[in-house]
């Protein structure tokens, strides 16, 4: 008589822990992904426009100002003169980059005028302005 024993049958594949490990990959390739993609945006309340439309810019330095005035080129705290030496440094990498104007809908004229003087200053042709569509 043939005793019966679980070892005696030979190997064999495990197909619940390897989609678990599969899944466990999946998961933690897509965060890197998402950690790696670099937002250079600073989060602000952004204006309502009625002629807001979208535009697909491939290469774009954001530049933000905040309620307070603070402006940001590129997620990174700059003045003015520092925001013109960004925009001539970047063209001369690239003369066709855009510059997408996040400002804060409670941020004052005057400041907002500063940066839109700065980036002219610095040659900068191409300035577009972030809104939210549905204004009046």
Known sequence: MRRSDRWSEGPRIEMLPLIDVMFLLLVTFVYAMTAMIRSTAIPVNLPQLGTAQSQSLSSVLVV?????????????????????????????????????????????????????????????????????????
């Not at 003169?81 to 804060?104: C, K, M, S, W, Y």
């Open 64 to 136: 933000t100002v905040e309620r307070d005035g603070s402006l940001f080129a590129g997620g990174q705290p700059v003045d003015g003169p520092g925001l013109i030496q960004t925009v001539r440094e970047l063209h001369e990498q690239d003369d066709e980059f855009a510059v997408l104007l996040n400002a804060d809908a409670d941020a004052r004229h005057g400041a907002v005028a500063a940066a839109l003087d700065g980036l002219r200053a610095a040659g900068q042709q191409r300035i577009y302005l972030a809104g939210v569509e549905g204004g009046e």
